[in-house]
Structures are given as structure tokens and as C-alpha cells.
């Protein structure tokens, strides 16, 4: 028999950096979820990836306490600041303050675009890369990213 669904938690975590302080632990105790356990399996999942990495997860509470996740890829604005060189870290950069008024803060080729659209591709509404590529493009350009040939 399948175990009973109690609720869903989302959550956005830095790859290796899951610690018990907030929003991890708030989020997790309130459903009665062991928080160190989380920690240790997702920091075990994600040891292989670049360390600082956003990695949105979705926890499947059950009733019984236990719980299951699930990662996606980084978001798409990761994958565009990081091909366009801007600043990533602690204080990350934003993109451009007024986007689509002239000012550009960098620029994402087509091939940098298809390269992001394949990676995202599992997490993406999408039939087809181009299409893929096409959601992309609208994320650079609404961050004043000028997408070149």
C-alpha cells in the first residue's frame, strides 16, 4: 500500500552547502521531518556538483514522518549570468536594473542559449530545443542580457 502524501516543501538550496539553520530547518520541522537527514542525503547527491550551485528540490512529505526528494536543474538566470560572466557567489549579480531600455549588462550567444535550453530541457514545458531556446532568449532579454549570433 502506498504511504499518504501529508504535503509538498520547496525549496531552492546551494549544491553541498544543506545545513539545519533557515529556511532548511523551519521549513522541514514544522512538517515533523528529520532535518539532519535531508542535510546528509542531499549534500551526498549533490557532492559531485559545483559547490554554491542553486539547486531547487521538492520534498514529498509522507505521513509517517519520512520523506522523499526530488532535484532540478539551476535555474535558468544561473545558467545565463554564469555564460555571460557576471558576478555569482554570495552577493550575485542582478541583470539589469531597467531591462529592454538600451542598457545591456552582457551577451549570451546562440550556442550558449542551446547548451542552457539541453541542460533545462527535463525541467522545461517544452516539445523541442528551439522552443526551449526560445523561453531561454525571453529570460535573457527580460534580465537586459542582448542575445548575438
Known amino acids: 500500500m502506498a504511504k499518504k502524501i501529508t504535503g509538498y516543501v520547496k525549496l531552492q538550496v546551494p549544491a553541498g552547502a544543506a545545513n539545519p539553520s533557515p529556511p532548511i530547518g523551519p521549513a522541514l520541522g514544522q512538517r515533523g521531518l528529520n532535518i539532519m537527514e535531508f542535510c546528509k542525503a542531499f549534500n551526498a547527491r549533490t557532492a559531485q556538483m559545483e559547490k554554491g550551485t542553486p539547486i531547487p528540490v ?19 538566470t544561473y545558467f545565463l549570468k554564469k555564460a ?66
Open 58 to 76: 521538492i520534498i514529498t512529505a509522507y505521513q509517517d514522518r519520512s520523506f522523499t526528494f526530488e532535484m532540478k536543474q539551476p535555474p535558468v
Open 84 to 149: 555571460a560572466n557576471l558576478k555569482l557567489g554570495k552577493k550575485p549579480a542582478s541583470g539589469s536594473k531597467t531591462p529592454g531600455r538600451g542598457a545591456t549588462v552582457g551577451k549570451v550567444t546562440r550556442d550558449q542559449i542551446r547548451e542552457i535550453a539541453e541542460k533545462k530541457m527535463p525541467d522545461l514545458n517544452c516539445h523541442s530545443v528551439e522552443s526551449a531556446m526560445a523561453m531561454i532568449e525571453g529570460s535573457a532579454r527580460s534580465m537586459g542580457l542582448q542575445v548575438v549570433d
